[in-house]
Structure formats: C-alpha cells, structure tokens
Nanobody
Framework: QVQLVESGGGLVQAGGSLRLSCAAS????????MGWFRQAPGKEREFVAG????????YYADSVKGRFTISRDNAKKTVYLQMNNLEPEDTAVYYC????????????????WGQGTQVTVSS
C-alpha cells in the first residue's frame, strides 16, 4: 500500500500563490508518475498536472499552464504543486495520486490517492 498525504492548502486572494505538497509513504515504487487533480463543488474531478519519475517530463491542463508548476523530490518522496496567480476558478479540493509508468490524465488509471487539501481563492 502507498499512502499519500497532501498539505499546503488554504484561503488566498485572487492573484496570490500557494504551494501544495504531497508526501508518499509505504510501499512506494520507482518509475511511478505523480499527478495532481482537483474537484470543485458540483463538478467532476479533473486532471491538473503530472510529472514522470525523473521529473523530466511534465504535463499541465490548459487552464493552469503558465501559472502552476509541478515538481518532485524523490529522495523525500514528495511532489509539489506551486500555484501562482490564483483565480477564483481554481477553488477546489486538490488531490495527489500515483501510478506505475507514465503520466496520463485519466483518473481511473491512478492506483493510490491522498485525502485532498482544500484551496479557496477569494475574489
């Protein structure tokens, strides 16, 4: 089993920044991709960003490109999501997830999920 714990969420004004962290523990695997997803009230969970094991390749949803940056520290088993220039539309519960292999945006292809952290952006 792999445990993922997100942190760093909170309340921020539009234009502000937050940095989310996701710490992995348990039976973590090498060659695993990490992804960040979010779910706003009344909406489906959606892919936000993903990163491959070595951090060489990153993927972003169009809605966050240029504002969010995903990174990882494998020695610390932690993945980060730096969120800049936040907008009220970014308000959601943010989840990290992991899967063996490469990054894909399909939610159903991820094996382990964290409990989520709330991000609220006020206008």
């Amino acid at each position: 089993q792999v445990q993922l714990v997100e942190s760093g969420g909170g309340l921020v004004q539009a234009g502000g920044s937050l940095r989310l962290s996701c710490a992995a523990s348990g039976r973590t695997f090498s060659n695993s991709a990490m992804g960040w997803f979010r779910q706003a009230p009344g909406k489906e969970r959606e892919f936000v960003a993903g990163i491959t094991w070595y951090g060489v390749v990153t993927y972003y949803a169009d809605s966050v490109k240029g504002r969010f940056t995903i990174s990882r520290d494998n020695a610390k088993k932690t993945v980060y999501l730096q969120m800049n220039n936040l907008e009220p539309e970014d308000t959601a519960v943010y989840y990290c997830a992991t899967r063996r292999g490469t990054v894909i945006s399909s939610i159903g292809e991820y094996d382990y999920w964290g409990q989520g952290t709330q991000v609220t952006v006020s206008s």
